[in-house]
């Protein structure tokens, strides 16, 4: 008894491995795209709404053991918020180049967990208004911007892979640092970026 005891053990050992394991031992190249959902998070600005918008990019995936990959990412994210100014609807279009280092954790095969720093460099920034007396878009000067060029954040999520290499994912980026530079008109406001992001891809 002891010995088919011990022999089932080592058996669904052995199954949850190579389940566990990813798809891969080299490394494998995919693009990506998706929804994003984004606005601020701030104890300073209580009346932010969430902007939809989108994001599409590259990525690798280089495996360091059966079972962690490291997942380095380039992403066009449009980002930003909504709000209420003089009862006209705001959008506050902030729009990034996104590079997210994931530590990709696969828990049963082709089901993974991921999570790392975000490095965001802004591109493009844009108020459109949302009235016939005044609508339009206004692109903002760099110069004049109030929103910082450079933020950080922390992204963390899950993804499937199937065999044939398109998957699917879910995942939150969580912004660290004040997205108001210090020397203006709003600098008292603490506020980050926070997004969800819902997409699917194709590893090569």
């Given at each position: 008894?002891?010995?088919?005891?011990?022999?089932?053990?080592i058996?669904?050992?052995?199954?949850?491995n190579s389940?566990?394991q990813s798809d891969s031992k080299?490394?494998?190249f995919?693009v990506?795209?998706g929804?994003?959902?984004?606005?601020?998070?701030s104890?300073?600005?209580?009346?932010?709404d969430?902007?939809?918008?989108f994001?599409v990019?590259?990525?690798?995936?280089?495996p360091l053991?059966?079972?962690?990959?490291?997942?380095?990412e380039a992403l066009?994210?449009?980002?930003g918020f909504?709000?209420?100014?003089?009862?006209?609807?705001?959008?506050y279009?902030?729009?990034?180049i996104?590079?997210?280092v994931?530590?990709?954790?696969?828990?049963?095969?082709?089901?993974?967990v991921e999570?790392?720093?975000?490095?965001?460099?802004?591109?493009?920034?844009?108020?459109?208004?949302?009235?016939?007396?005044?609508?339009?878009?206004?692109?903002?000067d760099p110069d004049?911007?109030?929103?910082?060029d450079?933020?950080?954040?922390?992204?963390?999520?899950?993804?499937?892979?199937?065999?044939?290499g398109?998957?699917?994912n879910?995942?939150?980026n969580m912004?660290l640092?004040?997205?108001?530079?210090?020397d203006?008109v709003?600098?008292n406001?603490d506020?980050?970026?926070?997004?969800?992001?819902?997409?699917?891809?194709?590893m090569?």
């Amino acid at each position: 008894m002891k010995k088919v005891f011990l022999v089932a053990a080592i058996t669904v050992f052995a199954i949850s491995n190579s389940n566990a394991q990813s798809d891969s031992k080299a490394v494998q190249f995919g693009v990506k795209g998706g929804v994003n959902f984004s606005t601020i998070t701030s104890d300073d600005f209580d009346d932010a709404d969430s902007r939809t918008s989108f994001n599409v990019g590259v990525l690798a995936e280089i495996p360091l053991t059966e079972r962690i990959s490291i997942q380095p990412e380039a992403l066009y994210s449009g980002q930003g918020f909504t709000s209420k100014v003089l009862n006209q609807d705001v959008d506050y279009n902030l729009n990034y180049i996104q590079v997210p280092v994931l530590v990709k954790v696969y828990l049963i095969e082709g089901l993974s967990v991921e999570a790392g720093p975000q490095f965001g460099f802004k591109i493009h920034e844009e108020i459109k208004v949302d009235s016939d007396a005044i609508g339009g878009n206004t692109t903002i000067d760099p110069d004049d911007s109030a929103i910082k060029d450079f933020d950080t954040s922390v992204a963390f999520g899950a993804a499937y892979k199937f065999d044939n290499g398109f998957f699917i994912n879910g995942r939150y980026n969580m912004g660290l640092t004040n997205i108001f530079k210090d020397d203006t008109v709003i600098e008292n406001i603490d506020a980050k970026n926070a997004v969800w992001q819902i997409g699917a891809g194709f590893m090569f």
